[in-house]
């Protein structure tokens, strides 16, 4: 068996070794040489014709969006509402009602004489000083709270069927306007 085993080996010895005879080592450098004489032309494909540019209007940017609902959630418009609920109309609007609360930012809050306020940044740059019983936002929302953190509101929307109905809305410092049953 240690023979075989012996004789195996040499002929892969032998084959491995034939392997590294001489491969023509002047015929390869002759090609190569011939290739660095005449590399040959490059053939290129020329370049595609560009596109016109046609430009296109929008004028759907004054619509409303379609991320923004358009009326309360349906859980809570088919709970009633009530025309007792209905906002006042003839009263004289608020400088912070002319924006969607979503557009408004609180930046910080403050207490002078144990009466908290909120300081609430308008899209224009302007911060407006409110209290409770200030209203802000485009859905008729009078501040009922005011924490460290964040400004609570009652808004008075409409259910859909001719009544109002209240919903929960809160700004806070960190910038995210929340909506609560």
Same mark, same amino acid.
């Given at each position: ?32 040489? !011939? ?38 959630? +349906? ?16 009263? +004289?609007? !608020? ?5 969607p ?21 308008a ?6 000083? $409110? ?8 859905d008729?929302?009078?501040i ?5 953190a964040?400004?609570?509101?009652? !808004? ?9 109905? !209240? ?5 806070? $410092? ?8």
């Amino acid at each position: 068996m240690n023979s075989l085993l012996a004789r195996g080996g040499g002929l892969l010895l032998l084959a491995a070794l034939a392997g590294c005879s001489d491969p023509d080592i002047a015929g390869l450098d002759r090609q190569l040489a !011939e290739i660095r004489a005449n590399p040959g032309a490059m053939e290129l494909s020329p370049l595609p014709d560009t596109p016109g540019y046609v430009a296109i209007s929008y004028d759907q940017a004054d619509r409303r969006s379609p991320f923004m609902a358009r009326l309360p959630e +349906p859980e809570k418009a088919l709970a009633g509402g009530s025309t007792d609920l209905a906002p006042d109309l003839a009263r +004289p609007r !608020e400088p912070l009602e002319q924006y969607p609360l979503d557009r408004l930012a609180l930046v910080g809050t403050l207490s002078v004489g144990g009466r908290p306020s909120a300081l609430v940044r308008a899209p224009d740059g302007e911060v407006h000083r $409110l209290r409770s019983g200030n209203y802000l936002g485009t859905d008729f929302g009078r501040i009922v709270s005011i924490t460290e953190a964040s400004v609570q509101l009652v !808004e008075v929307v409409p259910n859909g069927r001719g009544g109002w109905i !209240e919903r929960v809305r809160s700004l806070s $410092l960190n910038g995210e306007g929340r909506q609560r049953g």
